[in-house]
Structures are given as structure tokens and as C-alpha cells.
């Protein structure tokens, strides 16, 4: 039986090294991006398999719009929300388009994908959902030492893990997969777009990214960190989260109260 994906932002960095990945595996793939050229040269070089370009901006709404009609109506056996943008700034010194464009993509565009694939997956008993976040996800009780500031980055990251682990829950049983795919730095474009010196940090390869994502669905993960030795560290984050939820009362908590 053949496997279909679709990934997104797939002209460069994780995103083609995902589509490297599953053309290699025998995934025929549907690669969206934004840059024509680069998503025509994908395909000319892996002709041994069937790949279907989509120049769209995600940033937009048509864009999300004409992707999520082909979620809804190809048999997508893996999705990929790989697509980003960075714009590390605070949030008083971000341009409103700028601080517009990372929410539809980082979000906008993620959620809307994964609703238009998620029915028909279910209704097939089958498929994989791989959500590109980052470890800044994490990052939000950082005190003011630790920069760059990046309050709509590291926003839109944590709804990717939130969304990804609620949703997980929602599709037990169904035989579809949710993963949230949460690197720290990687060497790519991403961040030299931004106008980002990284030379000199120690970084990730998307490869490995990669290997870490698939090898974390075989694991039955949700979050996947792949440079994270010590999974237990993810697991207390995590149960610190279910203990604060499950220890709300009705009740006003006495700090609150007046003396």
C-alpha cells in the first residue's frame, strides 16, 4: 500500500530533510513551501518517487486555506507542520505584521492542517502527525538574563506541545499518532534569515532531528526531545503540570485571602 506525506517548509532545513527521510522510506510526498524554484528541484531529484509541489505562504489565509483542502482530501498517511519563522524580538519592538505572520504560521497554520487531516486519518484507522516545535517552548520561566527575548516565539511553541499532547489523548485508540517535535538549535537557514550569528554554537543536524522524530513515533512518544538525554526530566516537567491541575479547588488558596 502506498504511503502519502505531506510535509511543510520542506525547501530547506527540517523540513527537507524530512522529505529527504520519507522519499528514501517510499513515501510519495506533497511538499509545500514558499519558494517555487527550490520545490521544483526537490522533485526533479528524487524521481523514484511521485512528488506533488505546492507553492503556498502559510502566513496567509489563503495559503493555510489551500493546503487544508489538500489535508482533507488526500489519503495523507504522515503530516509534517514543519514550516517557521523566527523574528526573535520582545514583543513591544515586534512589528505587528511580523508578530502576524509568526502566529499563522506557528499556529494558524498547524492547527487548521491538523483539523483537515485528523478525520480522515481516523476514518482510515491509520496516520502520523509531526508538529515542529522547539525546545523554547520550555523557556517561558526564564528570568530577563536569558536572550534573546521572544515572547510570540516561545508562545507559539508551547501551543504546539499543549496542543499536540491534548490531542494525542483525544485520538487514543484510533491508530493516529501525535507527535510535537521539540529541538533546540539546529544548523539550518532558520536563523541566519533572522540575521543570527550561530556559527560559533553548537548545533543540532536536521538529520538527526529527523532520525530523533521517526524514532520517537516507534518509541509511542508525544514530545520528542531529541537532545535531551535524560527523557525523566520531560517526564517531571510533566507531571508538575498534572499536579498543578489537579490540585485547583473551588476554594480561594489562602495568599490570596486577606490578613
Known amino acids: 500500500m502506498s504511503k502519502l506525506a505531506l510535509v511543510t517548509g520542506a525547501t530547506s532545513g527540517i523540513g527537507k530533510a ?10 510519495d510526498l506533497i511538499i509545500v513551501g514558499r519558494n517555487k524554484d527550490r520545490l521544483e528541484e ?15 505562504d502559510l502566513s496567509t489565509d489563503i495559503g ?10 488526500e489519503p495523507l498517511t504522515m503530516l509534517v507542520n514543519n514550516a517557521g519563522v523566527a523574528h526573535y524580538m520582545p514583543l513591544a519592538q515586534l512589528p505587528a505584521d511580523k508578530a ?3 502566529v499563522h504560521v506557528k499556529v494558524v497554520a498547524p492547527t487548521m492542517l491538523t483539523r483537515a487531516a485528523v478525520a480522515g486519518m481516523q476514518e482510515r484507522g491509520e496516520g502520523k502527525i509531526i508538529n515542529v516545535a522547539g525546545m523554547i517552548a520550555f523557556s517561558g520561566p526564564a528570568d530577563k538574563s536569558v536572550m534573546p527575548r521572544r515572547a510570540v516565539y516561545a508562545g507559539s511553541l508551547a501551543h504546539l506541545v499543549a496542543m499536540s499532547q491534548t490531542l494525542s489523548a483525544e485520538l487514543e485508540d484510533t491508530g493516529v499518532q501525535v507527535q510535537v517535535l521539540c529541538p533546540g538549535v539546529v544548523a539550518t537557514e ?24 521517526l524514532r ?28 498543578a491541575f489537579g ?11 486577606a490578613n
Do not use: K, N
Not at 528524487?46 to 505546492?54: A, G, I, K, L, Q
Not at 493555510?64 to 482530501?73: F, K, L, N, S
Not at 490540585?247 to 485571602?257: D, H, K, T
Open 18 to 27: 524530512f522529505a529527504e527521510r520519507l522519499a528514501a522510506d517510499g513515501y
Open 42 to 56: 526537490f522533485a526533479t531529484a528524487h524521481p523514484e518517487v511521485t512528488v506533488r509541489t505546492v507553492a503556498a
Open 64 to 73: 493555510v486555506d489551500t493546503v487544508a483542502d489538500i489535508c482533507a482530501t
Open 100 to 102: 502576524r505572520e509568526l
Open 190 to 213: 532558520f536563523h541566519t534569515r533572522q540575521g543570527l550569528d550561530m556559527s560559533v554554537v553548537p548545533r543540532m543536524s536536521a538529520e538527526d532531528v529527523v532520525t530523533a522524530g
Open 216 to 243: 520517537g513515533l516507534e518509541l509511542g512518544e508525544v514530545v520528542c526531545a531529541p537532545g535531551v538525554e535524560d527523557a525523566g526530566l520531560l517526564d517531571a516537567v510533566f507531571q508538575a503540570d498534572l499536579a
Open 247 to 257: 490540585g485547583q479547588s473551588p476554594a480561594l488558596a489562602s495568599r490570596y485571602r
